[in-house]
Every structure is written in C-alpha cells, then in structure tokens.
C-alpha cells in the first residue's frame, strides 16, 4: 500500500540553524500539506500546496518558514532560523484529486531545537 | 470557518467495556469529518471518514461513528475495548476549497487508556 514517508525521523538542531525536513507523498497525489504538533499539544495546520505554489498558509508559518517541491517526489518544509519554539513533531501529508479525499499522513519528523 | 471540539482529553474504559469518544464540529459548509488515531511516538492513522454518504461510517479496528447533522456531532464508538485501542484519538474536520486542496483542522485529542 502506498505511504507517505518523512526523513529524518529525528532531527536535533541548534537555535539559530537552519533545518530542512522532507517528505515523499504519494505517487499520483497532488496536494501536500504540512502541520505541527508541539508535545501534548493538538496537530496544527501549517501549509497547503499544489501545482508548485502555496494554496493556504496558516499564521504559523511566518518568513521563516518555506516549502518547495524541488523534484517529481519530494517535498519539503524548510526553516530558516530554529527557534525554541520550533520543537514539535512535523507530520507531511498528501491527498489525491476529488471532494473528501482524506489527506495521508506520513510518520512525522520529531525536531528538537536545543 | 471550522472547528471541532473533543470532550474529555482522557477516557478510561475496562477492558471488553464500550468506547464512547465525543466529538462536536462546526463548519459553514457540508463537513468532511474523520477520526484519526496515534499510537505512541507513531505518525496519524485514519480510522474512518464521513463524506456525506451513509450517516453511520464504519472503520477500522472495529470502530464506528455516526454523524448527526441536528447535533453536529461525530461521536466514535467501539463495542469492546482491547488493549490495544489505548492511543491517542483525534477527531478531524476538513472543507474543500475551490483551489481543490483541503484544510484539516484537528480536536485537542483524546487519550483511550484500556484497564484490564
């Protein structure tokens, strides 16, 4: 069965640093979304993207934040300048064409920002 | 604008007990709604969704939810718990915008905790 698949699984980094988190949707899947979810906290929408532009972002994903789909696969969530508050679990999504399609979630990149 | 509101961040049920999650939603336009669940330090995995067909859905697991328009509510149900249903359980509310892309806005979650 298809998935979504997320690297790195965990990612340390330094405040400050720079992070890139990236993702592999689903083969034939055209939209992909970011959330979050800070520890005990509930999963947040961060971005919608389709056809190589932002179709929705959230007030959380501020100028630090940017996404690109650099190939045919990959997708990834970039952040400029690691701040504390930036440590959560980072879950790539993606879903197919047509109305009610659920959105599939890959397994999440924890990020520690020390 | 949508949301949706899960009551009780944590139930406790017996095992072989009947599971009882509650979930309200609100939304301007016909919701798609969807319970998810996540295992610990697991990524999220659909249960089952509503999209305006039949009102009482069926899913994995032995799950079931049943969407109520005159309540708005979306209430996931187990007839007996086993121990491995203890998780986390995020009931979910998604619109689809004209651009073709979805929003999914998530409740604050519920822990199942199963007692033996």
């Known amino acids: 069965e298809p998935e979504v698949t997320q690297t790195p699984s965990h990612q340390v980094t330094q405040m400050g640093q720079e992070v890139i988190l990236r993702c592999v949707p689903i083969?034939?899947?055209?939209?992909f979304y970011w959330y979050r979810q800070i520890l005990g906290q509930k999963v947040e929408f961060l971005v919608s993207?389709?056809?190589?532009?932002?179709?929705?972002k959230s007030e959380i994903f501020d100028d630090q934040f940017s996404v690109e789909r650099p190939d045919g696969s990959n997708f990834t969530l970039k952040i400029r300048s690691t701040k504390l508050e930036d440590s959560a679990m980072y879950f790539c999504?993606?879903?197919?064409?047509?109305?009610?399609?659920?959105?599939?979630f890959g397994p999440g990149t924890r990020l520690t920002v020390l | 604008a949508q949301s949706v509101t899960q009551l009780g961040s944590h139930v406790s049920v017996s095992e072989g007990a009947l599971v009882l999650l509650r979930c309200n939603y609100s939304s301007s336009v016909p919701p798609y709604l969807f319970w998810y669940v996540q295992y610990p330090n697991q990524g999220l995995q659909l249960l089952l969704k509503?999209?305006?067909?039949?009102?009482l859905v069926k899913g994995i697991n032995g799950f079931e939810a049943e969407f109520k328009k005159s309540e708005t509510s979306f209430h996931l149900t187990k007839p007996s718990a086993h121990m491995s249903d203890a998780a986390e359980y995020f009931c979910a509310v998604s619109s689809s915008y004209s651009g073709g892309y979805q929003k999914v806005t998530f409740g604050t979650g519920t822990k199942l905790q199963v007692i033996p």
């Open positions: 509503y999209t305006s067909a039949a009102t």
């Open positions: 993207f389709y056809n190589n532009e932002i179709s929705e």
């Open positions: 999504a993606s879903s197919g064409q047509g109305t009610g399609n659920e959105q599939f």
């Open positions: 083969s034939n899947h055209l939209y």
